[in-house]
């Protein structure tokens, strides 16, 4: 975890600092240190006579701190949202998305730009259309009390195809010279309008979502062993599902609605931080989180440094994750003797 942190630490620092207007690591970190503890509370190491121009100093403060940081969350969220749902589902390509949250939110986010609504409802609008999502879920999937797995899968599925649609009809009434390239890019993915109203927005609702995820770990460990062997434990399976969900979708709507939709981290990040810490969710949930938030913060980084022009980060996460992915059931297949 200490490594973790490290890395995670490095790769904000790397951030703030890189891009088509270059800052160097000990100038950003100077300035970061002046303007959130004080001058006079540097630690060892950080030469106080280092000096920085005010574009500088705009640029860490308004443009890449909030970036950085909502990046770092956007993936701590997905993440523990992803390692959750692969446990209680028990199956290693469960996904937020597959809830149908983010099309509901996506489909809330389109119509705000399609009426040219200012950012906060746009926000509001895209949460509050991811959380009636959900709500169509809950009422499909729920039979005579209860809900199967299986059952909230398919209507994810079903709610998700919906909302799609509606974003599409949504596509074909917007202006093609200008809101229908803003919805199509906000859809792809990414951070370029990140602020700290945005940061202070999302924070509350993926920090609760984390948090209620956290304090469930032991409940999602005993999921893990199946319905029948956490009934014997004791554990009220359908409720602590449904907390699950609710968390997830929570951490889903909040992250689209200020980002758009950033696929594949809630996959590959889990797998990864299982291979570090193994299956047991009371570390694997705080590992995907560091890990997430070093994985989207560094994806983050290549889309705005590599080019000239920025390459949406829901392209990029999907680049890497989906040959990532490939990989894993391969071996799996392979490992079985299927293939």
Request: aromatic share 6%; proline share 5%; glycine share 12%.
């Amino acid at each position: 975890m200490a490594v973790l942190g490290v890395v995670l630490l490095a790769v904000m620092l790397a951030g703030v600092g890189a891009g088509q207007y270059s800052i160097s690591p000990t100038t950003a970190l100077r300035i970061v240190f002046d303007k959130s503890v004080g001058a006079g509370l540097l630690p060892p190491g950080i030469d106080e006579s280092i000096s920085w121009t005010a574009m500088d100093e705009r640029i860490v403060t308004l443009v890449r701190g909030p970036r950085v940081l909502l990046a770092a969350l956007c993936g701590a969220g997905l993440a523990v949202a992803g390692a959750a749902l692969q446990g209680i589902f028990r199956n290693p390509l469960a996904a937020p998305e597959m809830l149908g949250v983010s099309a509901g939110a996506a489909f809330g986010g389109a119509i705000a730009i399609l009426l040219s609504l200012p950012g906060l409802l746009m926000i509001g609008g895209a949460f509050t259309s991811g959380m009636i999502a959900l709500l169509i879920v809950g009422a499909i999937a729920r039979v005579e009390g209860g809900s199967a797995p299986t059952s909230v899968i398919l209507a994810g599925v079903i709610v998700g195809a919906f909302f799609m649609a509606l974003v599409s009809v949504t596509q074909l009434f917007a202006d093609p010279h200008n809101s229908l390239p803003a919805i199509t890019f906000w859809l792809m993915g990414s951070f370029a309008s990140a602020s700290w109203d945005q940061v202070g927005i999302a924070s509350p609702a993926v920090f609760l979502g984390c948090v209620v995820l956290w304090l469930m770990r032991f409940r999602i460990n005993a999921l893990c062993l199946g319905e029948e062997e956490a009934r014997t434990l004791g554990i009220p399976v359908e409720r602590d599902r449904w907390l699950v969900f609710i968390s997830v979708a929570l951490i889903a709507a909040a992250i689209v609605s200020v980002a758009g939709i950033v696929g594949w981290v809630g996959i590959v990040i889990p797998h990864a931080a299982r291979f570090l810490v193994g299956h047991d969710h009371r570390i694997l949930l705080p590992a995907s989180c560091l890990l997430g938030a070093s994985y989207l913060c560094a994806v983050d980084t290549v889309a705005r440094s590599a080019t000239p022009g920025e390459i949406p980060v829901g392209v990029l996460t999907a680049l890497i994750g989906a040959p990532f992915i490939a990989w894993m059931l391969r071996k799996a297949l392979m490992g079985k003797g299927i293939v």
